[in-house]
Every structure is written in structure tokens, then in C-alpha cells.
């Protein structure tokens, strides 16, 4: 079966330093890993995503990803956070030999200034 | 490109009403999906589709129908609205012959039964 899971459903970073949420997965097979961010009232909208390759993928906003294979983690990091990256951040997984993406549960980022 | 499109934008309905939540998208995109958002359950896929004439049922179909004549649109029907079915609506599009494409999210149905 395919899972995916944040484990926080809150994390709070003060402007400035750095961010990461978490996002671990299961999947039979390769997984095709996705970061996505939803501002209040909005659709979501895609910021990266790991093929394959290299492990550490840059994506929009100056986001980026490290994908480990061995810990089936995918976590979402940022080196400085901005008050604007407050939203709502979601990880999903596709298999590749599948069609459907599975979504974790999402997690509230909050940057304070 | 206008992308994925969705109306209306909100709706409100009475118990055992029916209605229709529409889905179009310009992409020439093979699979479409919805999905509802409920607080603090994330996304939870309704149905999908990975074709025109093509239709599967996802974690939470019940209650819901869906077609798919044409690619360019998928819409999402309620049969006879119950309060549990309140919720915001999203669908959504991507490729499947350029794996692995990302979804691309329309900008939502906000919907209350009451």
C-alpha cells in the first residue's frame, strides 16, 4: 500500500532561520516524490519533486528537498524562512508503475518575524 | 492556458439535493482527479481518471459519480448531498505518457450542505 506521512501537523520557525518539514513515505518500487504549498483559500501549487538522481533537489522559493532512500524520507527544507513561506505544506508520492498520488495529512508552517 | 478551471467557487446545498461541481482543463492532460479537503485529513482522492471513458474509483467514492466523455473535462457529481459532504473540492490534472508529471490543482469548490 502506498502512504504517505507528516508527522507535525504545526511547525513554527522564526524569520530568518532555517526550516524543515517532514515527509516520510512507503511505496512499492520507485517513488516519485512531491512538495506542494497551499496559501489560504487557494489551489495548491507544485514546488518540486524528486525522479531520481541526485538526492538533493531545488524547487521553487528557494525550497529544496532531501530525498533518502534508506529512511524513506523526503523532507522539505528551507536555509532561510521568509513571514511569506507561512502556508500550508503537502507531500505526496506516485509509484511509478502507478497513476494515483497519495497525499500526506499536510503541515502548517508558521514564520514569525 | 487558462490551466484547471473549476465552478462555481462556492455553493451551498440543502440535505438530498443533487448537483454538479465542474472540472475543465486546457493541458491536453491524460489523468484528472478530485479530491476533498477536510481539516486536519489533508487530500483524500474521490475518483480519478487516466482517460476519456476512463473512470476509477479512489479512498472516498461513495456519494459520488463521475464521467469522463471528453479529456478536457471531469466533472463531479453529488447524488443526494449530505452534511458529511461538506468540504472544499479540488480537481485536478497531470500527464501520464511524461512521467512523471506533478498534478496541477484548479482553485477549489467550497461546498456546504446543510
Known amino acids: 500500500a502506498q502512504s504517505v506521512a507528516q508527522p507535525e501537523d504545526q511547525v513554527n520557525v522564526a524569520e530568518g532561520n532555517p526550516l524543515t518539514v517532514k515527509c516520510t513515505y512507503s511505496?512499492?518500487?520507485?517513488?516519485?516524490l512531491f512538495w506542494y504549498v497551499q496559501y489560504p483559500n487557494r489551489g495548491l501549487q507544485f514546488l518540486l519533486k524528486?525522479?531520481?538522481?541526485?538526492?538533493l533537489v531545488k524547487g521553487s522559493y528557494g525550497f529544496e528537498a532531501e530525498f533518502n532512500k534508506s529512511q524513506t524520507s523526503f523532507h522539505l527544507k528551507k536555509p532561510s524562512a521568509l513571514v511569506s513561506d507561512s502556508a500550508l505544506y503537502f507531500c505526496?508520492?506516485?509509484?511509478?508503475?502507478?497513476?494515483?498520488?497519495?497525499f500526506g495529512s499536510g503541515t502548517k508552517l508558521n514564520v514569525k518575524p | 492556458n487558462a490551466g484547471v478551471t473549476q465552478t462555481p467557487k462556492f455553493q451551498v446545498l440543502k440535505t438530498g439535493q443533487s448537483m454538479t461541481l465542474q472540472c475543465a482543463q486546457d493541458?491536453?492532460?491524460?489523468?484528472m482527479s478530485w479530491y476533498r479537503q477536510d481539516p486536519g485529513m489533508g487530500l483524500r482522492l474521490i475518483h480519478y481518471?487516466?482517460?476519456?471513458?476512463?473512470?476509477d474509483q479512489g479512498e472516498v467514492p461513495n456519494g459520488y459519480n463521475v464521467s469522463r466523455s471528453t479529456t478536457e473535462d471531469f466533472p463531479l457529481r453529488l447524488l443526494s448531498a449530505a452534511p458529511s459532504q461538506t468540504s472544499v473540492y479540488f480537481c485536478?490534472?497531470?500527464?501520464?505518457?511524461?512521467?512523471?508529471?506533478?498534478?496541477?490543482f484548479g482553485p477549489g469548490t467550497r461546498l456546504t450542505v446543510t
Open positions: 485536478a490534472s497531470s500527464y501520464i505518457s511524461q512521467t512523471p508529471s506533478h498534478e496541477y
Open positions: 511505496v512499492s518500487g520507485n517513488p516519485y
Open positions: 524528486y525522479i531520481t538522481g541526485d538526492n
Open positions: 505526496a508520492v506516485r509509484a511509478y508503475n502507478f497513476n494515483k498520488f497519495y
Open positions: 493541458m491536453n492532460h491524460e489523468y
Open positions: 481518471s487516466v482517460g476519456a471513458g476512463i473512470t
